[in-house]
């Protein structure tokens, strides 16, 4: 057998509880899926410059979600932020962004030669001191709900931005399911100008459909001439019929059965919180359930050991945090074996770590001549007053310790350390 293949049928022979993306759970199929595997035919439409059977789907979403426009993405959200971004921003321009954006931001900031201003998550007041002492920032920059499922106050950065004539970006992609909850969470009902979703991590979507969403619909094109320039100009009709059938559950069920998934995680939730296995935190998105590893006393590799004892595969575990991911795609069953993974794992209720950077690092560079220049891979023990070539993001807490073009301090070079990274690409 082809060992790809072996490699997946053995999981799936485990019917273990997925707890991880995509949202589907497995649930979901085409059958005789390879005969919808084509390419741009006469009367398929094409992705980029969608003006038929695409583009009526991506008007579908658009009216879903209440968006001016909503363009599809077969390449993930990354490919939704890279278009973002483009469609905002000009090269040389400066962008407020929180620290724990995802390596596709900073990717791009790269190729399009943007200077980022650092704040630390969720941070408002950090927002208002950027606006305060820079002139001629584009966008605030925001990644809400984060891995962990936190949210950011959306309405209050909104108000915040748009006073300063900037727009609001926001990484939604942990978030597309936020929409369908009787509170609207939303990005783009809170306030956000453009918003990227990935449908694939908590709706029945195959891995890679996404949807980046602008409130000026007017921008609808000039925003699809920018996702061309980083696309593949062969996106999988796969993932976008996949998208296309979601749109009809979204229209139809998706609040009723969202609702019934949110008491679902809220008592287990509450049950973990007991048990002191989960820290009582506040804007927490209500399909994810984040337990504390480091309070049971366990490594990571214990705590996902006995995660799968109880068949649950998780969607990320390490020696701090275990993510599960929920979706009304998951079977009575799957519940019933996480209530008793919690039940039979108690902690002592240790408190979250802290997500923030005491002092942002000297900047020596610009991300994009940092990421450009010559490199080489150094212990972090001697990179102390060397400039980081590359992302430097351990995960939790998602923070970059060093961005590219920041200076590795003593204080960044320990906490490196403390989080596991022993080596790092430094400029020559």
């Not at 072996?6 to 005789?32: C, N, Q, V």
């Not at 984040?290 to 705590?303: H, N, Q, R, W, Y």
Request: with cysteine; aromatic share 8%.
């Amino acid at each position: 057998m082809n060992p790809l293949e072996k490699a997946l049928d053995d999981y799936i022979g485990k019917d273990f509880s997925r707890f991880h993306m995509p949202g589907h759970k497995g649930a979901e199929g085409f059958p005789d899926y390879y005969k919808y595997d084509i390419t741009e035919v006469e009367g398929t439409d094409s992705l980029f410059e969608s003006s038929g059977a695409i583009a009526e789907t991506e008007t579908r979403f658009a009216k879903i979600y209440g968006a001016g426009a909503s363009l599809l993405s077969a390449g993930g959200s990354t490919l939704c932020i890279e278009a973002m971004l483009a469609s905002s921003l000009n090269p040389g321009d400066k962008i407020i962004i929180a620290r724990n954006c995802h390596a596709s931001a900073v990717n791009t900031m790269a190729l399009l030669d943007i200077y980022p201003i650092w704040i630390n998550p969720r941070d408002l007041y950090g927002a208002e001191k950027a606006f305060a002492e820079n002139s001629g920032i584009k966008a605030v920059y925001l990644t809400s709900p984060d891995y962990f499922g936190v949210l950011s106050d959306i309405n209050a950065f909104a108000k915040l931005t748009h006073k300063n004539g900037a727009k609001l970006l926001v990484d939604n992609a942990h978030g597309a399911h936020l929409h369908f909850f009787d509170e609207e969470m939303h990005p783009m009902a809170l306030g956000a100008d453009m918003c990227a979703d990935s449908l694939h991590k908590s709706l029945p979507v195959l891995t890679g459909g996404a949807l980046l969403h602008i409130k000026d619909g007017s921008l609808r094109n000039y925003a699809k001439q920018k996702m061309r320039l980083f696309g593949s100009t062969s996106p999988s009709y796969l993932i976008m019929l996949s998208a296309d059938r979601c749109a009809e559950y979204l229209e139809e069920k998706a609040k009723e059965d969202f609702s019934v998934l949110k008491e679902k995680i809220s008592v287990l939730r509450k049950l973990a919180f007991e048990h002191g296995l989960a820290p009582k935190t506040e804007n927490i998105e209500p399909a994810r359930l984040t337990l504390s590893v480091k309070s049971t006393g366990m490594t990571a590799e214990e705590f996902g050991k006995k995660l799968r004892e109880h068949e649950i595969e998780p969607e990320y575990v390490n020696d701090e945090w275990a993510v599960l991911m929920a979706s009304p795609f998951n079977k009575e069953e799957d519940f019933v074996r996480l209530q008793k993974f919690i039940e039979d794992t108690p902690g002592n209720g240790f408190a979250p770590p802290e997500e923030f950077l005491p002092a942002m690092p000297e900047k020596a560079m610009s991300i994009r001549e940092a990421v450009f220049a010559e490199s080489e891979e150094i212990p972090v023990k001697d990179a102390v007053g060397r400039i980081a070539a590359g992302l430097n993001l351990p995960c939790p807490p998602c923070i970059a310790l060093a961005a590219p073009g920041e200076i590795i301090s003593d204080d960044i070079a320990n906490l490196l350390i403390k989080y596991g990274i022993e080596k790092i690409n430094a400029v020559k």
